[in-house]
Each structure stands twice: as C-alpha cells, then as structure tokens.
C-alpha cells in the first residue's frame, strides 16, 4: 500500500473506486457506518499523502537515478568517485602536505552539504591471481601471435609486475573514495559537483561521476550516520593521499642484495644498471656498520657483475676484515708503489698540470695563488723536460728560479709528495678482483688526501676515455670525510665523480659519519647519489636533516627511525622520494 506514495495520482486512482461505492450505498441507506469506513479509509490509505503536504515525508528511494546523480522528491545528490590521485603524503615536504590537506578540505567546504564516503573492501587474494595469470595467458599469446603490439606487451609487463607483487606477499584490497554534494534540485548539486571536481583537480585528484550502481549503494548507506563531527580547521586525515607506495620495481627486484624490507619482509635489491646515478652513499654513526656494509655489497658486486674493487682503507680495517673472512684481495701500498704524480698517461699536458694543482690544493689545502705557483711549474717541467727527466726536484727548481713569496711552504709540499714517488703508480697496480690501498701507514691526513685524490684522478683518466657510459671499477671510500671535508667547489674531485654519474666509468660507494662530512659540496651527495643508506642513529637531528632528502615525515622519525637496530637502514632510491626501511644484509657469522 506505501507504493502509492508519493503519487499522489495514482493514490486517487485506487482510492476513487472504493470511495464512490461507499458514498453511494450511504445516499441509500443513510447509515453513518458508511461514512465512517469512509474516513477510515481515507485516514489509513491517505496518510502517505497527507504527510507529504505537511512536508514530513521521508525521503525513502530516488525518483530519478543515473550516472553521477540521484533525485529525491525533495532534493538531489551528486556522486563523484575518485579515480586517481597520483601521489601520497610521502611524497611531499611537511609544509606542502599541510598546503593541499588546507586546499582539499577549501574545496570540498563549499555551501552545500558535502559528505566523503571512503570504502576500503577485501578482495579474494587467490581469485585476483587466478584472474592476473588467466589475463597474462591471453596476452602472452596475443604478443606470440603479433610481437609488434606494444600495447599487449605494455600490459602484459604491468600484470606480470602485479603478479610479482601478489607473489612477494602484498595483499590486494579495493579502496573507494566518494565525493556526495547534496542540494535541493539536480541541477545545483550537479553545478556544485563540477566546481568540486576542478577545484580537487588542481591538487591533483582526478574525479569522475559514480556509475548508477555506486550511487544505488551509497544511498543504502546512512551518509549522515558516524563519528564526531569536526570543523575544516582540524583537518581530519586525508586519507586518499595514504595509499602505500614503494620505489620502482624495477630499482629493488633486481641486482645486489641489501637485505629485507622491514614491513613486509620483502627481499630488496639494488639494480645498479636501472638507476639514474651508479653511485651509493652511506651515512651512520661510528659502529652502526657503515664498513661492514660497503665491504659485503662491493664483495658481492665483485662476484655478481666481476666488476674489480678499489677499497681505499683508511684505519687498516678494511684490509683486517677481508683477511678475517677469508676474502681474496691485493692490498696496494703507497709507500711500495708510488703516486705517479708527473706521469702523463691519456691526458694532455695542460690537462694533468690542472689535476696535479687540484690534487694538492685540496690534499693540502692550498690557497689559490699557493696552487697556481704550483701549476705554472708542474707544466713547464711537464712541457720542457725528457719523460724520463720529470722530477718534483726540477718542479722545485722552477718555483725557486721565479720570485715567488712562500716557496717554504711550497718546499714543504713538495717534499711530502717526493715521499710518495717511488717509481711507480697504484693505479698501474691494480688487478681484476679487489684491490686495498693501505693508508693506515701514512700518518698524516694530507699524505693520505693525496694517495685517495691521485688515485681517484687516475682512475677517471684510465676508464672515462674508454667506455664512458658502463662503470668498469668500484672504488670503495670508507671514512670519506678525511677526503671529503678538504674538497672546496674549485675543485671538487669526488663530488664531480658523483655528478657526472656514469661518466667516469667509476662507481663509488663512500661512507661516512654525518651529512656535514660531505664538505661544501654535501648537497651534489645528496641530491645525486643513486642510493643512499642511512645507518640506525638515535639522533633526531640527524633525522631532520635527513628529511630533507628522504622525504620523512616527524611521525615516521618518531614511530621508527630513532629506534632502528643494528644492521637496520633507512635505503633511499634516487628518483623515487619514497624510502624503505630496510634490514641489511650481512655475512652468515652473524645470522
Ligand atoms: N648488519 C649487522 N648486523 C650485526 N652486526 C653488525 C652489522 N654490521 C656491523 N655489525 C657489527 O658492528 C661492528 C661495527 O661495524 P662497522 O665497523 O662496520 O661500523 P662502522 O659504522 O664502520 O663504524 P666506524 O665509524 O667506527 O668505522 C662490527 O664489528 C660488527 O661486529
Ligand atoms: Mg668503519
């Protein structure tokens, strides 16, 4: 019988026929029962209708429903679904997470009544597979059947990356974000839902109106119903930003073993070859296990791609731990192979006086007329004398015939590189395999600037001439900073190695305490580096600074890093803001 409500016709219609019978038995019989049944039923059958007019009714179905808009007797609603929003919270800095939180909830608080309607729904994890595999089936037969469809492949990569995904223990969900303008009339809510929808758009969330379906089954639920309500100034959290994300795949499925990710226990990997920039900094405090990790990785690098190592060992530990191990290694000394300073091998004369002069500017900190005394002697010796004649006495020669002030300190200089020159270079004795150059018996910090600067000058000279684009050797740089904090923007030897990315055939891995270490050019680290590894650290301040090149949120800090074991690391994919937490890999005695 409540079908006759709301219409009102269609109640006269059924009404009408029991009615008139009724008024005309009672001219009859004028027998007031008549009239009585009459108003009973008038009373019980018109009630639906006599509500209306009091304006009580309850809105109980739409009239009208279609894509995107449902219309009730007394008023409309509007229904946009988000289909994409192509970022998380963790891929912005505090401040711009707070400026689009701040611009979402201005969008959405428009005059009309506005209620976001999140469902998040479980998905049968067995079934989805069932379903990825079948589809992968067909394309993979599709691709057979035509290898030139670039479409069917482009699919095909993208399940075969869920399947992986599946197999690696993620579980899949179905998460819906709805938007609901309400109004009194379809074509208000249906101009509010348009401005929304740009408005949302120009943070980056991409709407669409919902099917008909979607808006059915959101009118079955209470929109009104829930939690406490709050004002646009507390910002509620925005939950279509928090989906989780993980780097690319195709950076962490692939090349050196780091370790596990610390969630979900996923093995990650490092794909030297897919990333941006070869090169990989460590950062931690003093026993967080910053040459432990560099020496396994450049050890399994070695075994993995056969790529020779350099390991420039500063305290000598580098060379004790491959020995406790049982590693095979040739170990380099200066003191036995020499520098090799004014030797001039696939550069131009002007080229090697330039990089001797850079050298020891940085190795001694050399001012700039200091160095360029240097400069003007090392190339005339370089230009004038027979190969075999170049000596650093005849470079003192030529500083002496000149009227230069300071020539003590120059002499100075030069007598600690002539202690070096033994006739020989580190680099022609490096080997396929891993190599240390031990720097544990020089005593002092400039002695030992000038070993790691030289060689790494040498190196760049052997290998970018060749084959620029491929790394040919891993140069290992433990305790950086003692070359680090030296490097000025004149000269930065390291830093341009980093900057160049590939280009020197060489692929470093430095470790060191703090990003202050890295010396004037600590930003070309940090924004360059294609991994970066951030050893277990209790220190906030370390955390904040890190945050400015790992996109960490305080929560984040607080929640996990401050707390990190052993072993444990924030590792930071270049390209890709979002960070892991990862458990490094380390040699079996430990597990
Ligand atoms: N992943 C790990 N799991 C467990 N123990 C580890 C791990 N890495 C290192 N260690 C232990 O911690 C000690 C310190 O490690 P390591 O010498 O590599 O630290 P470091 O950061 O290089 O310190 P320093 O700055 O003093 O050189 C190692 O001797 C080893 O016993
Ligand atoms: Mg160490």
Avoid: C
Avoid at 125 to 136: D, F, G, P, Q
């Amino acid at each position: 019988m409540l079908g006759l409500h709301p219409y009102v016709d269609e109640w006269k219609r059924n009404l009408l026929p029991i009615l008139l019978p009724l008024a005309f038995l009672y001219v009859i019989t004028k027998n007031p029962l008549f009239v009585a049944l009459a108003l009973a039923l008038l009373g019980f059958l018109g009630w639906p209708w006599i509500r209306s007019k009091l304006k009580i009714t309850r809105a109980d179905g739409p009239l009208r429903l279609e894509d995107g808009l449902a219309v009730f007797p007394k008023g409309a609603i509007a229904v946009l679904k988000v289909t994409d929003v192509p970022f998380d919270y963790r891929d912005m800095g505090g401040d711009a997470l707070r400026d689009k939180v701040n611009m979402f909830y201005r969008s959405i608080n428009v005059e009309n009544d506005v209620t976001l309607v999140m469902r998040r729904t479980h998905v049968d994890k067995s079934e989805y597979l069932k379903e990825l595999l079948h589809t992968a089936q067909n394309l993979r037969i599709t691709v057979e059947a035509d290898p030139s469809n670039q479409q069917a492949r482009r699919k095909l990569d993208i399940i075969q990356k869920m399947i992986d995904k599946l197999n690696e223990g993620e579980a899949p969900f179905k998460f819906e974000f709805y938007v609901v303008i309400h109004g009194k009339s379809a074509e208000e809510v249906r101009s509010v839902s348009s401005v929304v929808r740009s408005a949302l758009s120009s943070i980056g969330m991409r709407l669409g109106n919902a099917t008909s379906d979607e808006v059915s089954r959101l009118i079955g639920m209470n929109l009104k119903g829930g939690s406490k309500p709050a004002l646009p100034s507390q910002l509620p959290f925005l939950a279509p930003f928090s989906f989780p994300k993980t780097p690319r795949a195709e950076l962490r499925l692939n090349g050196i073993y780091l370790g596990t990710e610390m969630e979900h226990g996923t093995p990650v990997f490092w794909n030297i070859d897919a990333s941006q920039n070869p090169h990989l900094l460590v950062l931690g405090p003093t026993g967080s296990g910053k040459t432990e990790f560099l020496l396994w990785t450049s050890f399994k690098l070695n075994v993995v791609s056969g790529l020779p190592i350099l390991a420039i060992d500063v305290k000598g530990d580098v060379r004790r731990r491959l020995r406790r191990n049982g590693i095979q290694h040739r170990v380099i000394s200066p003191l036995v192979n020499g520098l090799g300073l004014l030797e001039v091998k696939g550069v131009p004369l002007e080229v090697r006086a330039q990089q001797v002069e850079g050298i020891l500017a940085n190795s001694f900190r050399l001012d700039k007329y200091t160095s360029s005394i240097i400069y003007e002697a090392v190339l005339h010796v370089l230009r004038e004398s027979q190969a075999d004649r170049t000596s650093w006495d005849h470079v003192m020669d030529k500083v002496m015939s000149n009227d230069v002030r300071y020539t003590a300190y120059i002499r100075k200089v030069v007598d600690s590189v002539k202690f070096l020159e033994v006739g020989g270079s580190i680099v022609d004795a490096i080997g396929d395999g891993i190599n240390v150059v031990d720097l544990s018996l020089l005593k002092s910090e400039e002695l030992r600037r000038l070993t790691t600067f030289t060689v790494l000058v040498d190196l760049m000279n052997k290998y970018s001439s060749e084959t620029p684009d491929e790394p040919r050797m891993g140069v290992l740089l433990d305790e950086a900073w003692t070359v680090l904090r030296a490097e000025g923007p004149d000269y930065p030897l390291v830093a341009d190695i980093v900057k160049r990315g590939r280009g020197h055939g060489l692929f470093a891995m430095i470790a060191t305490q703090n990003p202050e270490d890295l010396g004037e050019e600590a930003d070309v680290f940090l924004d360059n580096v294609g991994l970066m590894v951030l050893l277990n650290n209790g220190d906030r301040k370390f955390w904040s600074s890190a945050a400015r090149f790992a996109n960490l949120t305080e929560e984040e800090v607080d929640r996990h890093l401050l707390y990190m074991g052993r072993g444990e690391a924030l590792v930071r994919f270049l390209g890709d803001p979002r960070p892991m937490r990862v458990s490094l890999d380390v040699p079996q005695r430990w597990s």
